[in-house]
């Protein structure tokens, strides 16, 4: 195994970005939904609801248009639903995540998305059965900006924060798995090309894909 799992007994993972190659999938939406409502979507929406929960960044975006927060919320659903199924496994994952399980590794997903489209993209990449709970963002009372959220997870697979290893792509929650007092692998990658250097600043390792975690691709002295 990687060095930085030596004495971990869990892993964290988020979910879109990183576990599942759903980036440009969101990025989609969140332009299609602005051109039904006659806005542009911009870096800055992106920036500010990268790591909402679903509703609090449905209630962001209602500002931009004539919809209540909950109309929103159904509308920028129904457009994602149709897409998100179809997101793929983010490369080398099933592989690491089978090697992970092999040596006894608790894990968990923690993600600001909602549970039925979690659901959907595990059960179709045939992903569940690797994971104790799925922490979903109408299940947790924390966001992912909130160290407690990273630590109430670590809890819940029955471990301390420290014993716990937070796979993640955006820079804020990040800052909060730090804060909570994980160490933390950083996934770059397209959708979060504003961050590349902040997350290669403070993640403990940064990674392209699973693929630079697993034995085989490791190099070595």
């Not at 994952?93 to 993209?121: H, Q, R, Y």
Request: proline share 3%; hydrophobic share 40%; aromatic share 10%.
């Amino acid at each position: 195994m990687v060095d930085i799992l030596s004495g971990k007994n869990g892993i964290i993972f988020d979910m879109d970005g990183t576990l599942i190659d759903s980036t440009q999938t969101w990025i989609d939406a969140d332009v299609e939904f602005g051109y039904q409502n006659g806005f542009v979507y911009t870096e800055e929406m992106l920036i500010a609801t990268k790591t909402l929960k679903f509703m609090k960044a449905c209630e962001y975006l209602s500002q931009f248009c004539d919809y209540t927060p909950e109309e929103t919320a159904k509308r920028y659903y129904d457009i994602l639903k149709s897409k998100y199924g179809d997101c793929p496994v983010t490369a080398g994952a099933e592989e690491f995540l089978s090697l992970c399980k092999d040596n006894g590794i608790k894990m968990c997903i923690l993600t600001a998305g909602i549970k039925p489209l979690a659901d959907k993209v595990l059960v179709k990449n045939n992903l569940t059965d690797y994971f104790e709970f799925i922490a979903t963002a109408d299940s947790i009372d924390y966001d992912k900006r909130d160290p407690e959220a990273f630590i109430v997870c670590a809890e819940k697979l029955g471990l301390k924060i420290k014993d716990v290893l937070v796979i993640e792509d955006s820079f804020h929650a990040v800052q909060a798995a730090k804060k909570a007092g994980a160490q933390v692998i950083g996934m770059i990658n397209s959708g979060n090309y504003f961050e590349h250097n902040e997350l290669r600043e403070i993640c403990d390792k940064t990674i392209g894909d699973f693929n630079d975690l697993l034995p085989k691709n490791l190099v070595t002295p």
